[in-house]
């Protein structure tokens, strides 16, 4: 298969897992096909790809099943926000 960047042979196929929205309004997509080169070393989705990914988003109520999932938040330490906020203060 040709990359679609660099126009080069090497374009291997991989499943991904991908995550749109949050909360309530969360949608996991699997088996995304995620296109990589070994040329030029570029990921990419096609546009057929990302054309069905937002028709699975548009018709996600006829397309998505419910699963019991367990999703994680990744929490950031209190101490470290606020030296942000403050380092954020000294540049401006
Ligand atoms: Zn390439």
């Given at each position: 298969?040709?990359?679609?960047?660099?126009?080069e042979?090497?374009?291997?196929?991989?499943?991904?897992?991908?995550?749109y929205?949050?909360?309530?309004n969360?949608?996991?997509?699997?088996n995304?096909?995620?296109?990589?080169?070994?040329?030029?070393?570029?990921s990419y989705?096609?546009?057929?790809?990302?054309?069905?990914?937002?028709?699975i988003?548009?018709?996600?109520?006829?397309?998505a099943?419910?699963?019991?999932?367990?999703?994680a938040?990744?929490?950031?330490?209190?101490d470290?926000?606020?030296?942000?906020i403050?380092?954020?203060?000294?540049?401006?």
């Amino acid at each position: 298969m040709k990359c679609d960047l660099c126009n080069e042979e090497g374009v291997h196929i991989h499943l991904m897992t991908r995550s749109y929205g949050k909360g309530e309004n969360l949608l996991v997509i699997e088996n995304i096909p995620v296109m990589t080169c070994q040329h030029c070393g570029e990921s990419y989705l096609t546009a057929e790809t990302l054309h069905e990914i937002e028709r699975i988003k548009l018709h996600r109520q006829s397309f998505a099943i419910t699963r019991p999932v367990a999703v994680a938040g990744f929490s950031i330490p209190h101490d470290a926000l606020n030296r942000n906020i403050h380092s954020n203060t000294l540049q401006a």
